[in-house]
């Protein structure tokens, strides 16, 4: 059976033991950010914590050959919600810092390492697959960011995931339920984390209407989908609905139905996850490239 690692509480002599082509790398990676009024600053990284356990689990039940290796949690995240308590740092940090952590763990021959995360903004998630891409290109490592797959499968209602995670649009973490809602409420019982008592007595917070930029990106996606280019529509309508709900001064701090949460709901999410990592493991595994391209890519020279 595979053996798990701090990184952190290993010596040299310790570190030196691992056999590094057979050791599988993983690390939480989301930013501290306001869940609604319901939930903890830490949300994110806690949900990406308990996916690294589960992630961990997985891998020891698939390759029992392998040791695992965790890394300190780095609580670094672009495009928090725009509110007092969110600490946000930037996509072009973010980028530089996993490079660096790529270009040392590639040093001593490492070659793989899953990224725990559960952020969705924008420019987080392509800060992600620009460092993926320079991890592969200049050292053939694979970093990992299962939550890039994963959160385009929730937006876009992949027949096939919800399928597995018997979840239903609308409390799938798509645009309705983005934030906080009933989907990640539920993780976050799912992972043992305990919201404010009066969670269940939240109304539902729907995306508002969407007015000035936001009902700009709109009508640009509308012109999209009339020229057949569906998928980019329909990243220029989730980009639409996030902008109508970040911009408007009278919305909720979340989007969705928390009180429908459920640690049930929560569990069949994180198996859904679970599922993701593995297959871009797999691949990696096979001396390939895994594709974490997230929503949006195609938009990412504006990132900033």
């Known amino acids: ?111 793989y390492l899953i990224i725990c995360d559960n952020h969705g903004g924008p420019s987080h998630q392509m800060a992600m697959e620009i460092a993926a891409r320079k991890a592969w290109r200049r ?34 973490g798509d645009n309705a339920d983005a934030h906080a809602g009933t989907n990640e409420t539920s993780l976050a019982l799912s992972a043992g984390i305990s919201p404010c008592a009066e969670f269940r007595n939240l109304p539902p ?13 709109g009508f640009a996606a509308a012109i999209l989908g009339r020229l057949g280019l569906t998928g980019a529509k329909a990243d220029l309508e989730h980009l639409k609905n996030m ?11 979340y989007l969705g139905q928390p009180a429908l949460a459920d640690p049930g709901m929560g569990d069949r999410m994180i198996k859904g996850h679970v599922a993701v990592a593995m297959d871009l493991l797999e691949t990696a595994l096979a001396g390939e490239k895994p594709c974490t391209r997230p929503m949006l890519w195609w938009m990412r020279a504006f990132r900033k």
């Not at 392998?66 to 890394?71: S, W």
């Not at 990992?144 to 799938?172: A, E, W």
């Not at 729907?206 to 936001?214: D, E, H, V």
């Not at 109508?244 to 009278?250: G, K, L, Q, S, V």
Request: hydrophobic share 45%.
């Open 243 to 253: 902008l109508a709900w970040i911009n408007n001064p009278d919305a909720q701090t």
């Open 139 to 172: 050292h053939r490592f694979a970093l990992i960011n299962p939550f890039n797959v994963v959160y385009r499968k929730m937006v876009q209602h992949d027949q096939s995931f919800l399928q597995l995670v018997q979840l239903t649009p609308g409390k799938c």
């Open 205 to 217: 917070a729907r995306i508002p209407k969407a007015a000035g930029l936001s009902a700009l990106v």
């Open 1 to 111: 059976m595979n053996r798990i690692y701090k990184y952190s509480e290993l010596n040299l002599a310790g570190l030196r033991k691992l056999k590094p082509g057979r050791t599988i790398c993983l690390m939480a990676v989301s930013p501290l950010e306001v869940h609604g009024p319901h939930l903890p600053l830490g949300t994110d990284i806690l949900i990406a914590e308990k996916l690294q356990m589960e992630y961990c689990r997985a891998i020891q039940q698939r390759h029992p050959n392998f040791d695992l290796l965790l890394l300190p949690t780095l609580s670094a995240g672009g495009d928090p919600l725009p509110l007092e308590g969110s600490i946000a740092v930037g996509a072009r940090t973010l980028e530089k810092l996993l490079v660096a952590y790529v270009h040392s763990l590639s040093r001593l021959g490492f070659r």
